[in-house]
């Protein structure tokens, strides 16, 4: 694995389309959760649906690679201390997460977390798009210029709470489009100019 985070902070509810597709409305504040590194997988990994699990579903994501230590960073220093950017899926036993209001289970067993090998600068952060696909049909496609909240103030508020470090990830919130994964499928999360992350789907 080329990217080693220390942690993975992850948005919900940052795109009014995904938002109203999970009958809920955006949050005042971002909704912030954590998944493990032990989620951890690269591309070409399976991820591994659970037995305990009947309903996984992908979500696409544009991830921030954070490049330099940040606490209590303004925008402006956040965005010095961006690496560059990554694809991410933040796969979800939707089961698990309808059924509790703490997300660490749903969003935390491994092999729920693929990640692309390596972060990519890029110019301007609103220019980015995420498209996630099943076994080669499009389900996801958002552009970050919709995010709820953009991806500086992201950085800068993620700051105030946890000391970013070098190789963190900051997973942005997906698109509407998620659906339910079986096994055989084929997953991929792509970010034009940054990279495709394919992921096969296996039964445990
Ligand atoms: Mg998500």
Not at 43 to 50: E, K, N, R, S, T
Not at 77 to 100: H, I, P, S, Y
Not at 161 to 175: H, M, N, Q, R, Y
Request: proline share 7%; glycine share 8%.
């Amino acid at each position: 694995m080329s990217l080693n985070p220390s942690k993975i902070v992850c948005v919900g509810k940052n795109y009014l389309d995904h938002a109203k597709e999970m009958g809920s409305e955006l949050p005042k504040d971002p909704l912030l959760f954590l998944k493990p590194p032990s989620a951890l997988i690269e591309a070409g990994q399976p991820i591994v649906l659970p037995a305990l699990s009947s309903h996984v579903e992908h979500e696409a994501e544009i991830a921030v690679v954070i490049a330099s230590r940040l606490r209590h960073a303004d925008e402006t220093e956040a965005m010095r201390g961006v690496a560059g950017f990554v694809c991410l899926n933040d796969v979800t036993a939707r089961d698990w997460q309808k059924r509790e209001s703490q997300w660490a289970r749903a969003k935390g067993f491994d092999t729920f977390c693929p990640l692309g090998s390596r972060a990519v600068p890029v110019a301007d952060w609103r220019t980015l798009e995420v498209i996630g696909r099943v076994n080669g049909v499009v389900r996801q496609h958002g552009k970050a210029r919709d995010m709820h909240f953009g991806i500086p103030f992201l950085v800068s508020h993620i700051s105030q709470f946890f000391t970013l470090e070098p190789g963190d990830v900051i997973a942005t919130g997906t698109p509407a489009g998620v659906g339910r994964l079986a096994p055989g499928d084929t997953v991929e999360v792509e970010i034009p100019g940054v990279g495709v992350l394919r992921n096969p789907v296996v039964a445990a």
